[in-house]
Nanobody, 121 residues
Framework: QVQLVESGGGLVQPGGSLTLSCTAS????????MEWYRQAPGKQRDLVGA???????SYADSVKGRFTISRDNAKNTVYLQMNDLKPEDTAVYYC???????????????WGQGTQVTVSS
């Protein structure tokens, strides 16, 4: 069974920093693109950024220059380094990963449970 577990959320003041992590658990996983989304109260879930298995990253315009995605393939983990946080970054952050459970398996997309990030003074 595949699970994505996020951690690192919390309360931070404007201008502060947080690093989120998301780890995929399971045996012999083939992990493709890993993504970060966020959902603010009353709003849709939006893509924050993504990183391919080869290390190519892309970002939403709203976070470019402030957020950085990285991953450790040996640990099946993706990170989201968030700097210069703003109140409008407040949301539940979710990771999503395209995973095959074996070489012959089909690719499915899995979601983490989400972690709350609150930016407030």
């Amino acid at each position: 069974q595949v699970q994505l577990v996020e951690s690192g959320g919390g309360l931070v003041q404007p201008g502060g920093s947080l690093t989120l992590s998301c780890t995929a658990s399971g045996r012999n996983l083939f992990i493709g693109t890993m993504e970060w989304y966020r959902q603010a109260p009353g709003k849709q879930r939006d893509l924050v950024g993504a990183m391919t298995s080869g290390g190519s990253a892309s970002y939403a315009d709203s976070v470019k220059g402030r957020f950085t995605i990285s991953r450790d393939n040996a640990k099946n983990t993706v990170y989201l380094q968030m700097n210069d946080l703003k109140p409008e970054d407040t949301a539940v952050y979710y990771c999503n990963a395209a995973i095959r459970r074996s070489y012959y398996d089909v690719t499915n997309k899995y979601w983490g449970q989400g972690t709350q990030v609150t930016v407030s003074s």
